[in-house]
């Protein structure tokens, strides 16, 4: 049987929970030691589409792009998930062709890098936090493979106002006036959706649109993901109306991701203030900052007529970002340069406008501060020459001078053809002038072949941010945080731009360099009271002898006469459409089993005798709340907000754990609470 010619592509789709740990693992994002995880307001999902040319053989190229809610997607996972598809699938998805990108929310637990910088405010590598992550996103995309047939997508593009602001304005109005104008409100309003349909029933969304994920702000301690996360559940949940509770098991009916840009320098918070935006309330925040880009992606879904047509293409290269020489075409000046190894520089620990950092340092102070020095004497000193390649940079951490390198220098890049959209693939937050030049490249040298160009960034790895040359030279927080130096921008435009040239010619892009492998370098919970003297030594920490106490968590307990499960409040006798409903349990430690495809809370609905669950903890409607008390003893309380949706009826709360015996194996827990009436 021939192809059928009205659906240009093979296509796939796949959800699958990542959700980590949820109880006391420090957040990734905010580098706030003190916000741990104390439960879960919604969960965090991987969103996989597979692509293909639809041939009668079935023997065309592929891509797999795969939307995750995290906060950074880190190389450790993203080769661990490389090999165990290649166990599964050969070399059909390889580093060549799959991506792998984050939403960057800032309320997820991390621990789940292998490079040491971003596990230092974590209190180390967390084992299972990892392999939650690394089985959700293999599982989203082993059903993304199952799912592939014929189909069609379209493209839509438009503009969303009102859901980002500049988070640097001083660092924007660096750069030359025609690339200002381009952004006449400071800020790239850009959205970029993706409509896929087979037999012309939609099947999925896959949306691209630059803003943080900081809505939720480094005050909460709810696992959340954030307002692209919203986006994805208000468009699955309440839109295609599929339950949470067969979500989680795999049965799906549409699946809308939310992907991320060029977020370097756009904000959520639109309101008056930091952190504020456009409300007061984070919870608000988020939903209201979701909503926008849920609406308008909806709105460019519903409209989209320009089909994709074409083939199906990719390049991808590993380069050394440590030393790459830059021809004078890419630079500002019109001079050839270089890049340098990695260095973080003083302002980076000042934070930002959505995140304060430490007090002694402030965003474009060109002084070094005295504790800075006298780090030079205690982990390792910059030579001049390095130092002057970073200028005007006041050097904070020389994390690529480490021996392993804190941060990673060997880097993917990556160009995707699909039909006439090229998908830019970088490890990093671009601001969104530094985006336009990296899309100009591409489009360039793919002139006459692609007519859209749209940058994937948290890609497959992380390396902070990237900034234009001339906003490099005013060394604000996003400046301080690009890596490899003034000419880091340059790099990327220049080796791009050759990835797409080798589409356009049909060449071999062969990587120059291979990532090391960090993971027996890493360090774990248990190793972390040995960390100064490590840092100070500049000595590598070898995870093979490290006790991994961080995993053996203490035998739960209850108080005399408490059994695990027993209800501490109760609800109310009846509530209305807006009460809380509020049940509080004896309870364990959430770590004991992260319940990934599963929930610690039920809200059941009494249909005739039997309870049938409605919601779950991934829910927006609902909270799960866990307190570490004295003793090794847990409770846990379960917050459902009644929307006006909810239908008249009976109602009970229940909640689900593990408790953790001594002997190390787990037994399963449940506590009901009494029947209440919602009227």
């Excluded at 307001?41 to 079935?58: E, L, P, S």
Aim: with cysteine; glycine share 8%; proline share 5%.
């Amino acid at each position: 049987m021939g192809r059928d010619v009205s659906q240009n592509y093979l296509i796939g789709v796949g959800i699958a929970d990542i959700t980590g740990e949820a109880g006391g693992v420090g957040m990734m994002g905010m580098a706030r030691a003190q916000q741990i995880t104390k439960g879960i307001h919604n969960r965090q999902w991987a969103r996989a589409f597979v692509i293909g040319d639809n041939t009668d053989d079935n023997s065309g190229k592929r891509i797999l792009f795969v939307n995750t809610d995290l906060g950074q997607l880190f190389e450790s996972v993203y080769h661990e998930v490389i090999g165990r598809l290649g166990e599964q699938f050969g070399d059909r998805y390889t580093d060549q062709n799959t991506v792998i990108s984050a939403t960057h929310t800032h309320s997820g637990p991390g621990g789940s890098a292998h490079a040491l910088l971003y596990n230092l405010t974590i209190g180390g590598f967390r084992p299972d936090t990892f392999e939650a992550i690394v089985a959700g996103i293999v599982e989203a995309c082993v059903r993304a493979d199952a799912d592939v047939a014929p189909g069609d997508i379209s493209i839509a593009v438009g503009e969303l106002h009102g859901a980002s602001v500049s988070r640097n304005l001083f660092q924007f109005e660096c750069n030359p006036e025609d690339e200002q104008k381009l952004f006449p409100a400071a800020n790239d309003p850009q959205m970029t959706q993706l409509k896929f349909e087979r037999d012309g029933k939609a099947v999925a969304g896959l949306n691209w649109f630059s803003v943080h994920g900081t809505s939720m702000t480094n005050r909460n301690t709810l696992i959340s993901a954030d307002n692209k996360g919203y986006a994805s559940y208000l468009w699955e949940h309440d839109w295609a109306g599929q339950a949470s509770v067969a979500k989680a098991q795999g049965e799906y009916n549409f699946v809308a991701a939310f992907a991320q840009s060029s977020a370097g320098d756009m904000s959520p918070n639109v309101g008056a203030g930091t952190a504020y935006g456009p409300t007061d309330d984070m919870f608000e925040n988020t939903r209201v900052i979701g909503s926008r880009q849920a609406v308008k992606a909806k709105e460019l879904f519903d409209s989209a007529t320009e089909e994709l047509t074409g083939p199906v293409d990719f390049r991808q290269r590993y380069l050394d970002f440590s030393h790459i020489d830059v021809a004078a075409k890419w630079t500002p000046n019109g001079k050839d340069t270089r890049t340098w190894p990695a260095v973080l520089g003083q302002a980076f620990m000042a934070g930002c406008y959505d995140g304060a950092g430490v007090p002694f340092v402030k965003q474009g102070q060109m002084d070094r501060v005295k504790i800075l020095k006298l780090l030079d004497h205690t982990m390792v000193k910059v030579p001049d020459h390095v130092a002057a390649g970073h200028a005007p940079k006041p050097i904070g951490i020389a994390t690529g001078l480490m021996s392993p390198p804190w941060t990673s220098q060997v880097i993917s890049i990556q160009v995707l053809r699909v039909g006439q959209l090229a998908i830019v693939v970088v490890p990093a937050e671009f601001t969104i002038v530094a985006a336009h030049r990296a899309r100009a490249a591409v489009q360039d040298a793919l002139a006459g072949q692609v007519s859209h160009v749209v940058l994937a960034g948290y890609a497959n790895d992380y390396t902070g941010y990237v900034v234009t040359p001339e906003e490099y030279m005013i060394q604000r927080y996003e400046s301080a945080s690009t890596h490899f130096g003034p000419a880091t921008l340059p790099a990327y435009q220049q080796e791009l731009a050759a990835l797409a040239t080798a589409i356009a010619d049909g060449t071999p892009t062969p990587s120059t360099a291979t990532p090391p492998d960090l993971s027996e370098s890493r360090f774990s919970t248990s190793s972390t009271l040995a960390m100064p003297v490590a840092i100070v030594a500049n000595r590598k920490l070898n995870a093979a002898a490290i006790h991994r106490a961080d995993t053996q968590l203490n035998p739960d307990k209850t108080k005399p006469k408490q059994r695990f499960g027993d209800v501490l409040t109760q609800p109310n006798a009846g509530y209305s459409v807006g009460d809380e409903v509020v049940a509080e349990f004896v309870g364990t430690h959430p770590n004991n089993n992260q319940r990934r495809g599963s929930t610690f809370l039920e809200v059941q609905q009494k249909q005739g005798t039997e309870w049938s669950t409605i919601l779950t903890d991934d829910d927006w409607s609902t909270k799960f709340e866990w307190k570490q008390k004295p003793n090794h003893r847990s409770v846990v309380k379960v917050r459902w907000a009644i929307t006006r949706d909810t239908e008249a009826g009976m109602y009970r709360v229940r909640y689900l754990g593990d408790a953790l015996k001594a002997d190390g194996s787990t037994k399963p827990v449940v506590g009901t609470s009494r029947e209440f009436s919602v009227r």
